[in-house]
């Protein structure tokens, strides 16, 4: 079975082969340069985030999407639906801004997940007493459900990350050899 | 000649490119096509401050206002629309301080409706003669998007952070609604008004 694969690639000589790994990375690089591109319109770190709780059901689940919008220079509002990170965290939260204090050099937030009890002030680093602008990533605009669960899945269980590579790998060897 | 895989291939990706166009048709028109929601009617019973201490570690005596308010809306049309999931309601303050010049906007009292349970065929006859039993507030029985409150608390408590009311005239009140839809985009907008905005009254 190998054999045909390696006298493939002699055929294919190292022209051939810098070729395909040109193609390769024209692909990573263009979605790269399409990712930041809307990083740059919505003036977002990250515009698209996947749902990782259920602190705001009924409205998010686990694994829905959320599209976020950060423009500079308008306050958020109150009501609307913010993405945060709290310093030295990773995990982006989504909650509803639920008070707004407006000074002269900052707004200061205070948020709630629509299905937790009690505001977030105890989820709030220590000494830390608001959501300001710098922690927020954006504020949510669109919504499409489900759809995220493939990374929560993938993120879960590593094999599938890996069996899903594995075999998009093998069905490119395999139509490679019918064209 | 085409394998099983080429065709698996072919017609996923079909697939895909239809539901997402399908489902892009949808946002678009269902955000184009809402419905207008003529504002109802909110009064303010009740404001009433008073020095206290939250129940949080740490917590130091402060200005707490409470209120009672009744709320009179209908958003039936809203629930109507197919592409809507959930609303969410809720009551505002906005006012100034005049001490120290800053915008202030808070949350007292939300409350979520969604549409659950009128997709679910066998509760529609029943919700008409149960309804609301659990609720401390009355509903109209005609339908969940007729809103009504009457003698409503608030549900968070309205504080300041500099923890005093001194600085504040008047608030402004106003009841929002913000909607979820199934898919696409998210909407907000005036649920009900109050005629005019209330005097804040100082702790004694």
Redesign the interface.
Known sequence: MFSSEIARLRKLGVQGLLFQALNFLTVVASGLAMWKALCLVTNSESPIVVVLSGSME??FYRGDILFLTNPADTPY???D?TVYKLPGGDIPIVH?V???????TTQ?LLTKG?NNTS?D?VLYSPGMEWVERKHVIGK??????YVGYVTIAMNDFPQLKYALLGSVGL?LL??KD?S | MHSTLQRLNHISSTATTYVLILLSLISITSYLTLPPVAPGKLEIRDLIVQRGRLRRWGAKEEDLASLRFDLKTDLEPLLNSYNTKQLFLYLTASYTDSLDAQDHEVVLWDRIITRGDIRDLRSVNKSKSSKSKSTKSKRSRAGRGRVWVEEGKNKYTWKMPSGSFKGVQNANLTVYYSLMPYVGLLSSGVAATATSAIHVPNVA
């Open positions: 009924p409205a509002e109150i009501g639906i509803r639920i008070e707004s204090h407006i000074t002269n200061r629509d505001d002030l949510v605009r669109g919504f499409l459900p069905f395999i139509q019918q």
